[in-house]
C-alpha cells in the first residue's frame, strides 16, 4: 500500500484500484455489513452461498476486524468474487456517511474513484476519453449496491464531477449543455442528496429532475432528494416562431403563481439514449423554471441559499414508492397538516405533487428486475431554508428549538407524527414562496406582541409520518424508523424506558421554576391548553405524583416487557438530541482554544451507546464538552434531560397528550424571557456554518443491531 496524502491507494491483481481515507465510519455494523453483501450478491444474480464461502466473511473474523487495511481486504475479496461468477467488475460502497470525494481529487485526471471510505472501480479501460456517457451507464461501468445507505449519494457525485471535468463523456444529453463551472454538487445525509445548477437560458429544471431520476434509476437507488433554487426565466428576446416550428411550442398555462408572467421557453431537453424513455409528466413541462445560480456556500449535510428573497425558492423531492404502498405518500400527510385551510406555522408547505410510473425504465444491469410495482412520486414544496449551523446566536438558536417542537405539538393536534426529527429535517430561517421570512425579534417584542413572528423553524421530510390515536402509533403497525443519532433510547433499545427505573423522581421546582413576568402577562395566549402557569404545574404535580406512586409499587421490568410504541414523546426526545448535539458542536464567533478532544469523546460514547442510556454519557457531561461561552446552557439542557428521563411517560395514564411538549417549551420560553440572567449567552454570536466535526477513531466494526 502507497501513501498519498490523506488518501491511500492499493492495487488487486486483476487491476482494480482502490481507494480510502484515513477517516473510516464507526456506525457500520456487522449485519450491515452482512446486508450490503447480500444486495451486492442480489444484483449480480449470484447466490449467497457463492459469497459466505469466503473466508473473509466467516462470523468471527469479520466481529474482530478493525482498520483499513483489513476493510479493504474484505471488499476485495467480495469484489474478485463478484467478477469471478459475474465477469463483471462491481462498484461497491461501504462507507455510511460523510461527502463522497477526497480532498484535491483530480477528476480531470479520473482513473479512481476518490472515495471517503472504500471502493473499486473497474479498471481504466472504461474512463477513456472516447468513450461515450450513455455506454459508461449501459455497459454496467458504475454498478452500485442497490440498497446501500449511502453509496448512490457519494456515486452521483462522482459521476456528476466527471461529466464536469469531462465535457467528452456528456455526448448525446442535450440536458448538459451548462455554463462551465455551473454544475454544483453538496452531498447530504445518507438518504438523501442535493443538487444545486444554473441552466442556460431557456432551459427548464424538469430538465434535471428528468436526469437525476434517470441515473438514480440506473443507480437503482429507492429515494433521492434533490434541493432546486428555481427563479422565473429571464426574459429571453427570440423572434417569434415560424409555423413550421410554431405547432410544437408548448402553449400550456402556468400552474405556479410565481411564474405566471414568465415567456415560454424551449421544450425540455429529451434523452438520446434509446435504454430510457422518461417523460416529465405535463404539469412540468410546461413549467419555465431556471436555477438560481446565486449560493451563499457550500457545506456537507446542506447547501445554503443566498440571493434576492423577492425570488420564488422551491424545494422538490424525488422518491420511490411501491405502489401499494400508499401510506408511505408525502402528499397524503401534507394534505392532512393543512386540512381545513389551518396551515401549521414552521412546517413545509407542499406547492405541488405528482406521480408517475417508472415500468418504462429499464434496469441495464440485471433485465429481469423490473420496475411494475413502483412509481416515481415528486413533492414540490414552497420554501427552503438553511442548516441551524446557520444560527446567528444562541437566543436564535433556542426559539428554532421552541418552534420546532411547536411544530410537533401542532402535528399532534391534526393526528400526526413526524418520526424523523433529525439535524438534516429541522431548517432555520425559512424563506417562502412569497419571498417572505421570519422577522428578526427580540424575545421582549415577541412575547409583549409588538409584532407577529412567524416561526424561525422549517420542519421538512414527512415520509416516516404516520397517523397517530392517542398519542402513539397502532402497535400492530409500528416499525423502528428515524436517523439513529437522534432516535430516543427506548426506540433503539426495542424496550421502554431504560432510566426512569432508577427511581430518580425530580421535584416540580426543579423542572418548573417561576416564570417571568412578561410570560405570566401572556401565558394563555402562548399555551392555550392552559389559563395560568398555575395549571400547568398542577398537570406536572399529578404526573410526579403518579410517577412516585409507580416506584412505590413498581416491580422490575424485563427488557422488552411493553411493545415499542412510538409516541410523542420519542419525537420530543429527537428533537432534543438535535439541539443538544447542536449545542455540543457549535463554536461561538471568533472561538479559540477548542476542546476538539472531549468533544470527539462526547460524540464516540453517543454512538457506542446509542442504543442504551445515552443521556448517562453525554448529557450528564455536557458541560464538559460545550465550548466555554457556552456553558451556561448546561442547566438547560439538564433540566430537559430530567423531565424526559426521569418519568416514566409510557407507564403513566392517558393524559394529554403534548403535555411534555408543553413543559419544555415552557423551560426554553423562560430561559429566553429571562434577560436578566441571560442575556449574556443569549446574545452570543455564534460562527455561522461552522461546527466541529468528529474525527473518529480507527475500529469500524461493533457487535451490535441497531436500527440503520
Known sequence: MTSTGRRAELKTDEGAVCAILDQPPITMTVDSFIRRAKFVAEDYNIPWSKITSLPELKSTNLRTMTGEQATVDLINAISKRVQKLSGKWPLIHWGSFGPGFAPGGDFKKCKILPDYRASVVLNDSVTTATTPWQELVSTGAYESVGSSDSGQPQMLHYLLELLRYRPELREGFAILRLRSGSLRFASANACSIFVTTECAAGESADALIAYVVLVYDALHRRNSMIELIVRPAPTVSTPPPTPSTSTNVSTATHTSTNVSAAPPTAAPPTFTNPRYRLQPPPSIQSTSYVFDATIARHRPGRATFGGSNTDGKYFCKLSWQDKEDSHRSERVFYDAASAGGDKIPGLARM???????????????????????????????????????????????????????????????????????????????????????????????????????????????????????????????????????????????????????????????????????????????????????????????????????????????????????????????????????????????????????????????????????????????????????????????HQISSLLFFIPWCRLPVGPATLAHDLVRCMLLTFLYDDEHNSKILETELAMGVARKLHPPTPIFRNTTTTS
Not at 402509533?473 to 409500528?478: G, I, L
Open 351 to 637: 406547492n405541488k405533487a405528482w406521480t408517475y410510473d417508472t415500468s418504462v425504465l429499464d434496469n441495464p444491469y440485471n433485465p429481469e428486475k423490473s420496475h411494475q410495482q413502483r412509481c416515481l412520486e415528486v413533492t414540490v414544496l414552497s420554501c427552503v431554508g438553511k442548516d441551524i449551523t446557520f444560527c446567528e446566536n444562541v437566543r436564535q438558536s433556542l426559539m428554532v428549538m421552541h418552534d420546532t417542537i411547536d411544530v410537533s405539538r401542532r402535528l399532534a393536534f391534526k393526528h400526526l407524527m413526524h418520526r424523523d426529527f433529525s439535524a438534516g429535517n429541522v431548517l432555520c430561517d425559512p424563506v417562502y414562496e412569497d419571498g417572505k421570512q421570519p422577522t428578526s425579534l427580540t424575545c421582549a417584542e415577541a412575547v409583549t406582541g409588538t409584532q407577529n413572528p412567524s416561526p424561525r423553524c422549517l420542519v421538512i421530510d414527512l415520509d416516516h409520518a404516520k397517523l397517530i390515536q392517542g398519542g402513539s402509533t397502532d402497535p400492530a403497525k409500528f416499525e423502528v424508523t428515524g436517523t439513529p443519532l437522534y432516535m430516543s433510547s427506548e426506540l433503539l433499545s426495542d424496550a421502554e424506558e431504560l432510566v426512569w427505573l432508577k427511581g430518580l423522581v425530580p421535584t416540580l421546582e426543579e423542572l418548573l421554576p417561576p416564570i417571568p413576568e412578561i410570560l405570566s402577562d401572556r401565558f394563555e395566549q402562548m399555551f392555550p391548553e392552559y389559563k395560568t402557569f398555575d395549571d400547568l404545574q398542577t398537570a406536572l404535580q399529578r404526573v410526579l405524583d403518579q410517577t412516585a406512586e409507580l416506584f412505590k409499587n413498581r416491580k422490575e421490568v424485563e427488557r422488552g416487557d411493553l411493545p415499542p410504541i412510538h409516541t410523542l414523546r420519542h419525537d420530543l426526545e429527537s428533537i432534543f438530541w438535535v439541539f443538544s448535539i447542536f449545542f455540543a458542536s457549535a463554536l461561538p464567533k471568533d472561538a479559540a482554544n477548542v476542546p476538539q478532544e472531549k468533544f470527539d469523546n462526547f460524540m464516540v460514547a453517543m454512538h457506542k451507546n446509542i442504543e442504551r442510556e445515552k443521556w448517562v454519557q453525554s448529557v450528564s457531561d455536557i458541560k464538559k464538552v460545550l465550548h466555554p461561552q457556552l456553558e451556561a446552557l448546561a442547566p438547560l439542557l
